[in-house]
């Protein structure tokens, strides 16, 4: 006797699931992907698992996908005989979502009242499996873990709850049945029972799959005029029961570059990131000799919700030989890139490396050093040949990757060429180190630069008087990693970087030293008896009070010790707890 468990979906489960059922996604066709893409993820799981785990007694000989429809039940079926999920898998997984940056984007989505930015930020979350209730009002999902004797059976209508029940026997896998919502709804419903219709999604967004994706022959009855095959699937006619595969199955990242068209890579770059829009870049290296791999590696057009939260995951998947070993490899590419999103394979590698073994590996390492530096040099290129993708860049990732500057030193010179920074030169339009070099003024030595929490408190702040009446470019650095790097990177061409808000800044020509030095005698006498009883009523409070030359309007400032912590800093490790 089993029994039929009705349970809750989390919180954001539920409402994100409302913004599937009610559809704000314009591309609905995308649902099948998703499924596909799972479906190939549950593949690739069971092939390394029973790799690795000899105990497990599963036949890896057939693995597959099928797609099945069926026109009077008006339901179509995703099946794979992959790795399947256990029932706690099932709730775990399906019931709730664990993917950081959830919270961020429900937030966000309430925010906007904009549908077309609200599609936006769905097209960037990537709604994975809950995105089959855009085009169904019921979904089935009926799954046995390799390995396990019983199964599960999911159900729901995409409302509040879901039923669960163990269930005595299944196929090993995952199979998903959406029941399609009826086709002639005022938003036209593509036909999802249509051959066609499945065949042209499966080209368009999936051939790459590294699995065969197949379609049940059909009836012979009633062949519909658009059904028929354009390739002429001449297999199909002659033994109709022999399922048609959809896909060419073709590596991408094998292929040379101009085998593969721009589309084929957007489509892959959507399977690896789980991203719907567009890669910004793509990167596709082909490295021969004695330790062959491939790589394709792309830059998204923006940055994840959790580009800086504690468990955000790199990108880069690590394959051997075709063969799928881990997601998120951290050895691969440093933490400073852990945007960048692709696939990198690797011919002379055991299947069974582990995350340890790899940051030890020398290849690997070798492998990363040539990664890493392809990754700067596409940036540096994208700064002429397209400034405005550049600007793009900048903005989405520009904080990431200036974390660069505090480990990678190998690589320190070229960040600090790819990185922009307000400046006082141009209000709307950052500047790159090297623009600031070559307006530096005559004698000017150092690269002035202030940091803040803002822009405007930076440029009202009376450190700024004497560098804007003299004409000096200063750069603002607002972002708290700044703080850090401009106290650990010394100099940029040569010249050091100086904190404005630091130490003797000394402004004067050798001319105008003369001229004032002997007005700042007599103004040091005058004004002897105020700076020393300013200095022991302020004794708890400074070190030392002494004139300035570096105010115009303001009466006094504060200046920090040459060394010293700066006023944000010291509020960052406050915020720490520190
Ligand atoms: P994502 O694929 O981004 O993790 P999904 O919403 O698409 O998010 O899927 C959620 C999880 O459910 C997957 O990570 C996987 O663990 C599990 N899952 C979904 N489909 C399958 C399947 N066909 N076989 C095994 N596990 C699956
Ligand atoms: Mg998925």
Redesign the pocket.
């Known amino acids: 006797t089993t029994q039929i468990e009705t349970l809750e979906f989390q919180a954001e489960a539920r409402q994100l699931l409302q913004l599937m059922v009610h559809s704000i996604y314009s591309n609905k066709d995308t649902f099948l992907r998703?499924l596909v893409?799972?479906?190939s993820?549950?593949l690739d799981k069971l092939r390394l698992e029973s790799f690795l785990d000899k105990d497990l007694r599963v036949d890896t000989s057939d693995l597959h996908i099928d797609i099945e429809v069926d026109r009077e039940q008006r339901t179509l079926t995703v099946r794979?005989n992959?790795?399947?999920?256990s029932r706690d898998e099932v709730i775990q997984?399906?019931g709730t979502i664990a993917k950081s940056g959830t919270a961020e984007f429900l937030r966000k989505m309430k925010e906007s009242k904009d549908a077309a930015a609200s599609r936006d930020l769905i097209g960037q979350f990537?709604v994975?499996?809950?995105s089959s209730f855009m085009v169904a009002d019921k979904v089935v999902l009926l799954?046995r873990r390799a390995g396990q004797d019983e199964a599960t059976r999911w159900e729901s209508g995409g409302e509040a709850t879901y039923t669960i029940e163990t269930v005595a026997d299944a196929p090993q896998g995952?199979s998903?049945t959406l029941h399609l919502k009826p086709a002639d709804q005022e938003d036209q419903l593509a036909d999802y029972t249509s051959a066609w219709k499945i065949r042209e999604l499966v080209k368009r967004y999936s051939d790459f799959i590294a699995w065969p994706i197949r379609m049940a022959a059909e009836q012979p009855a009633a062949p519909a005029a658009g059904d028929t095959d354009a390739e002429g699937g001449t297999d199909a006619e002659a033994t109709p029961a022999a399922p048609e595969t959809l896909n060419s199955m073709k590596a991408l990242w094998a292929r040379s570059r101009d085998e593969v068209a721009e589309d084929e890579y957007k489509e892959f770059y959507r399977h690896v990131s789980?991203d719907w829009t567009d890669p910004l870049e793509t990167i596709h290296i082909r490295a021969e000799g004695t330790f062959e791999y491939q790589a394709l590696l792309f830059i998204p057009s923006h940055a994840p919700m959790d580009l800086f939260m504690r468990d955000a995951r790199r990108g880069v998947q690590l394959y051997v030989k075709r063969v799928f070993i881990m997601d998120d490899c951290e050895a691969l590419v440093p933490e400073y890139l852990r945007f960048v999103k692709g696939v990198v394979d690797a011919q002379d590698l055991s299947l069974n490396v582990s995350r340890e073994i790899l940051q030890q590996d020398r290849q690997i390492q070798l492998m990363r050093r040539r990664l890493v530096k392809k990754v700067l040099s596409t940036v540096k290129e994208m700064m002429t040949a397209d400034p405005d993708r550049y600007h793009t860049f900048w903005t989405e990732f520009g904080r990431a990757v200036k974390e660069g500057l505090l480990n990678d030193f190998d690589n320190r010179e070229t960040i600090l060429e790819i990185a922009s920074f307000a400046s006082t030169h141009d209000a709307e339009k950052p500047t790159t180190l090297r623009g600031y070099v070559e307006r530096m003024k005559e004698g000017q030595e150092h690269i002035y630069v202030m940091t803040g929490e803002s822009r405007s408190m930076i440029e009202n702040s009376p450190h700024m008087e004497a560098f804007r009446s003299k004409g000096y470019e200063v750069l603002l650095l607002t972002d708290p990693v700044d703080e850090v790097w401009v106290e650990s990177v010394p100099e940029f061409d040569g010249k050091k970087f100086q904190s404005i808000a630091k130490g003797q800044v000394d402004l004067d020509t050798e001319d105008e030293k003369k001229a004032t030095e002997a007005e700042r005698e007599q103004q040091r006498a005058d004004f002897a008896g105020l700076l020393s009883f300013l200095g022991t009523k302020l004794t708890e409070d400074v070190k030392e009070v002494r004139l300035s030359s570096r105010l115009t309007t303001s009466p006094a400032c504060i200046v920090g010790d040459a060394h010293d912590v700066t006023p944000t800093l010291e509020k960052m490790y406050r915020a720490m707890g520190q």
């Open positions: 998703e893409s799972n479906a993820d549950a794979d992959g790795i399947g999920m997984l399906v990537g994975g499996f809950y799954t995952t998903v789980h």
